[in-house]
């Protein structure tokens, strides 16, 4: 009696055993496979780069490397001179213009008055021409003018968003063109977390499902939300034709790696201390809804 007793407790601790196993092992199959997470996140922004709209010698740098800027701020200044000079060299030139529209103006008035006795047509048609002349020169001027007093409020480089200047290395006296980046500016409204999903994870993802993000080396999470799925990534077995043909990869390899899919999550709340640094890494986890749960 006591051998069958310590064989049929054998038994049960085997059974439970295998039983906590298969529970375990189920448990660890729905995380690792079906559960809409991800160690695969990326902490993005939108990067302006900050380029003079007019080319010249830097003659002052107002922000550092690093440096949190609001929109609006100088970030630097060209050397004004040049343009302040081509704003006097417009203003003068504009009012000779304006000065022979008035001359070609009152010729026409005075022109105008006598009868066609004493003025022939072709003249009156010269002094027609003049006038419309003297006109689209004035109103050239005015064009040359604006643009002067357009590059002389150009010459101060300022910040288009809020953000954070990096990657400067700009000094005094450096000569910058028009259109060429010196510097990165980090926009902070647009901080976000991409997650690079599984395909076979998606149908548990929708917009503004509730989310936990966990940056490389943080103790704390960010909350945040679904915010958009990518509407397309890239099909690596179809390359260029030129015959505009479709090019497919004849090959077929048997295991076949689910595609990773951008997921965009917006951040609602973060903890002090916790730095937003375009570029780290982070673990990103969808949390089911309830009534989704219940759905399933």
Request: charge should be neutral; proline fraction near 4%.
């Amino acid at each position: 009696m006591t051998a069958l007793l310590a064989l049929l407790g054998r038994m049960a601790v085997t059974v439970a055993a295998v039983l906590a196993a298969a529970v375990v092992g189920g448990h660890l199959w729905t995380y690792y496979m079906e559960a809409p997470w991800t160690r695969d996140g990326r902490v993005r922004a939108d990067v302006v780069e900050v380029a003079p709209d007019v080319s010249g010698l830097v003659s002052e740098v107002a922000v550092r490397d690093n440096q949190p800027v609001r929109q609006g701020d100088l970030l630097f200044r060209i050397d004004r001179d040049r343009f302040m000079l081509a704003l006097r060299e417009a203003d003068a030139n504009l009012a000779s213009r304006r000065a022979a529209l008035d001359l070609a103006t009152a010729n026409a008035g005075r022109y105008g008055q006598l009868t066609d006795a004493v003025v022939t047509k072709e003249k009156r048609e010269e002094i027609a021409a003049a006038q419309q002349q003297a006109q689209a020169a004035t109103d050239q001027a005015l064009a040359d003018r604006d643009l002067a007093r357009l590059n002389l409020a150009r010459s101060d480089v300022r910040a288009s968003v809020t953000g954070t200047i990096t990657n400067m290395d700009l000094r005094p006296g450096t000569y910058v063109a028009a259109g060429h980046g010196t510097m990165a500016l980090v926009d902070a409204a647009s901080l976000h977390v991409d997650g690079y999903f599984e395909e076979t994870k998606l149908p548990r993802i929708r917009m503004g499902d509730p989310v936990r993000v966990r940056l490389m080396g943080e103790d704390r999470d960010i909350a945040g939300r679904v915010e958009s799925i990518a509407g397309g990534i890239e099909d690596r077995e179809r390359g260029a034709s030129a015959s505009l043909l479709a090019n497919i990869n004849p090959s077929f390899t048997w295991v076949r790696l689910a595609q990773r899919v951008p997921v965009r999550i917006a951040l609602d709340r973060v903890p002090d201390g916790v730095a937003l640094i375009p570029g780290r890494t982070a673990t990103v986890e969808v949390e089911q809804l309830p009534e989704r749960q219940a759905s399933r």
